[in-house]
């Protein structure tokens, strides 16, 4: 308890202190070689789900300014002792004892303190902690009021929807085996699991991908089940000539090259991270020419010839996706939304050169916000008067305006996180 508290702390803090990545926090040496790895990532990823109510229970409960690794070993403490089965005392005395191998032995009387005091006031502490929105929804202030004002009635269940749980969601490699067959197999394994989409399973208790049948053969791939509407909006055929931009990790190029045979090439400015669409193709037995570049760059990767279909998953704010990735909401700032509408412009206007006359060209973003989404289409359209926007046709089950995916509840249909995609069509 004890060490899973600390290191949960501490990749806490490094995401909240230093504006760290959570997977970048949870990859250290200490984390992975620690045989409660489970247990540290399951409260390092349900603090930052709930940080803004934690956070204001410490305010309200601690009598002084505290240090950052002592109120950060707080906050997990606190999630502990409101959203987990683990017994109270057992909470507060290994918050105690990790305090004092934190290097902070003189605050241990501090954390035992403020822990046991939520204790004996929980109700009326929460009360009082609610009344802040922060604390209510668990996101910036800022965030909070830019949904109220995009979505209105909506913006509570959107919130809350970004605070649940995240689905085990796969899409069956349909060069592998068809759906059906592959629900059998977990079936036969004693797994869970039912249909979602076109060609999608939700595993009903999440577990280690690895530890699923067919996982080294390629039987599937792990997929939001709103990312897997983007590969076949797009209508790619056999012989087409496709363009996936921002392509890592994969998951929309591995879907790409299993929907249809033709000459796909994938684009990523990022390296490393192509090297992991590199891993997912070979696990799929999939084919794809990876390039390493800015794909808005054209003049540094384009040969001139013309693509009949591109995807544009572009870089965002990743709002639509906090579900899965929490610390987004505490990384993220108001002002990196102007950012990326610049990035966004920019990787639009770049390649629809280079789409062919009556090509198509999908717009994909995994953002709930206006400024990322129909706002940026709006403006593009109006700067090229050869686009026009088609109009998009989505299961029944999915509720979406506009082209606007929005992150719903587990208790939906169609389970899935919040998307954006406009589909243009180069006249």
């Known amino acids: 308890m004890e060490r899973a508290q600390r290191l949960a702390a501490r990749a806490v803090q490094a995401v909240v202190a230093d504006g760290r990545s959570l997977s970048f926090a949870l990859s250290a040496k200490r984390v992975e070689s620690s045989p409660d790895r489970a247990l540290i990532h399951e409260l ?10 934690l956070r204001a229970i410490v305010r309200l409960v601690a009598d002084r300014p505290l240090d950052e690794s002592v109120e950060a070993l707080l906050w997990v403490s606190l999630y502990q002792l409101l959203y987990t089965r683990a ?5 507060v005395n290994g918050a105690v004892h990790a305090t004092a191998r934190s290097g902070k032995s003189s605050a241990r009387g501090l954390t035992n303190a403020v822990l046991r005091s939520f204790l004996r006031r929980r109700d009326a502490v929460l009360a009082d902690a609610l009344r802040d929105p922060e604390a209510r929804f668990s996101y910036p202030r800022w965030w909070i009021e830019r949904v109220q004002d995009e979505y209105n009635k909506h913006c509570e269940a959107i919130l809350d929807a970004g605070n649940q749980r995240p689905p085990l969601a796969l899409r069956v490699n349909r060069r592998a085996m068809a759906r059906d067959a592959y629900l059998g197999i977990l079936s036969a394994h004693g797994i869970e699991a039912h249909p979602i989409g076109r060609g999608g399973v939700i595993v009903s208790r999440p577990r280690p991908v690895a530890e699923l049948p067919g996982y080294c053969d390629g039987a599937f ?6 990312a897997q509407l983007a590969a076949p909006l797009l209508g790619v055929e056999n012989g087409m000539r496709v363009l996936d ?8 190029t591995t879907h790409l090259a ?3 045979t033709g000459e796909l090439v994938a684009i990523d400015v990022d390296g490393d991270r192509l090297a992991r669409v590199t891993e997912n193709l070979e696990r799929l037995k ?20 013309s693509f009949d279909r591109i995807l544009i998953d572009a870089p965002c704010t990743a709002s639509g996706v906090v579900r899965r990735h929490p610390d987004i909401k505490w990384l993220r700032r108001e002002s990196d939304i102007a950012a990326f509408a610049a990035q966004q412009d920019r990787l639009l206007d770049a390649l629809w050169g280079c789409l ?9 973003t ?20 050869d686009a026009q926007r088609e109009p998009l046709v989505l299961p029944g089950e999915i509720d979406a305006e506009g082209g606007q995916v929005l992150p719903v509840g587990p208790d939906a249909e169609h389970n899935h996180d919040g998307f954006f995609y406009a589909l243009l069509d180069k006249r």
């Open 44 to 53: 390092a990823y349900g603090t930052l789900r709930f940080l803004g109510q």
């Open 221 to 226: 791939s792990v997929q939001d089940a709103g």
């Open 258 to 260: 299993e929907l249809a």
């Open 366 to 385: 995994c953002s709930i916000f206006r400024r990322e989404n129909g706002d940026r289409i709006e403006a593009f359209t109006a700067r090229h008067t």
């Open 87 to 91: 017994p109270p005392h057992a909470v």
């Open 286 to 305: 999939l084919s794809a020419r990876l390039i390493a570049a800015d794909a808005a760059d054209t003049s540094s990767w384009w040969d001139g010839r």
């Open 356 to 364: 062919a006359d009556g090509g198509k060209m999908l717009y994909a």
């Open 245 to 252: 931009a921002c392509a890592a990790p994969g998951g929309k």
